[in-house]
C-alpha cells in the first residue's frame, strides 16, 4: 500500500511545479533554506525525496515535539500503553544506555526544518557524559536537511569528516 503512495506524492508534487511556482521553493518549505543544490538535485528530491512513511512515525515524530520529549509511541489511552510498556505513560529514552565509548559523529545543519539546530542540541545535551574523545559535532552553518544528501559540496564538507572519523576509531 505505502509503496504505491511514491507515484501519488510524487505526481502531487510535479503538479505543483507549474510556470511560476519553483520547484526548489517546495523543497525549501519543507526541509529549509538549503545552500548547495542545483537544478538537477530538485528534480531528484521531488523524484526519491517523497518517499511514504507510516502515519504512527508521523504522530511519534509530532509528539515529541509537542511534549519537548524524546520518548516512546503514546498510545494516548492508559491501558495500551501498560500493554505496551508496562507503565500508563511511554517511558522517555535514557540516552545514558548508549555505551559512553561508543563513536558517534552528529552533523546537522543551522537551516535544517527537519532536524532543528535546538532540537540536535538538545540531544547533544543528553549526551554530555559521552567520553569525549569518542563523540564529534559538526554543525554546518549553511546546510538544511537536503544539503547533506544532495549538496553539492557534501562529499568536502561532510563525507569526508565522516570517513576520517570512522577511520580513526
Not at 90 to 103: A, E, G, K, Q, W
Not at 109 to 124: F, Q
Not at 130 to 139: C, G, P, S, Y
Request: charged share 20%; aromatic share 10%.
Amino acid at each position: 500500500m505505502l509503496g504505491n503512495l511514491r507515484p501519488i506524492v510524487r505526481k502531487l508534487f510535479r503538479s505543483l511545479c507549474i510556470p511560476g511556482v519553483n520547484c526548489y521553493d517546495l523543497v525549501i518549505a519543507i526541509t529549509g533554506k538549503n545552500c548547495c543544490l542545483n537544478a538537477s538535485t530538485v528534480e531528484l528530491v521531488i523524484d526519491y525525496e517523497t518517499m511514504s512513511t507510516s502515519t504512527m512515525n508521523l504522530d511519534h515524530l509530532a509528539q515529541m515535539i509537542r511534549n519537548g520529549l524524546v520518548s516512546k509511541y503514546d498510545y494516548e489511552n492508559p491501558f495500551k500503553n501498560w500493554k505496551h510498556y508496562g507503565q500508563f505513560s511511554p517511558p522517555r529514552y535514557n540516552m545514558s544506555n548508549i555505551p559512553t565509548d561508543l563513536p558517534l559523529f552528529l552533523s546537522y545543519g543551522a537551516y535544517d526544518a527537519l532536524s532543528a539546530p535546538t532540537d540536535v542540541e538538545l540531544l547533544i545535551a543528553d549526551l554530555k557524559s559521552h567520553n569525549k574523545d569518542k563523540i564529534e559535532v559538526q554543525l554546518v552553518e549553511s546546510y538544511a536537511h537536503v544539503d547533506f544528501i544532495l549538496g553539492v559540496n557534501a562529499n568536502q564538507t561532510v563525507y569526508t569528516h565522516i570517513i576520517d572519523f570512522f577511520n580513526r576509531h
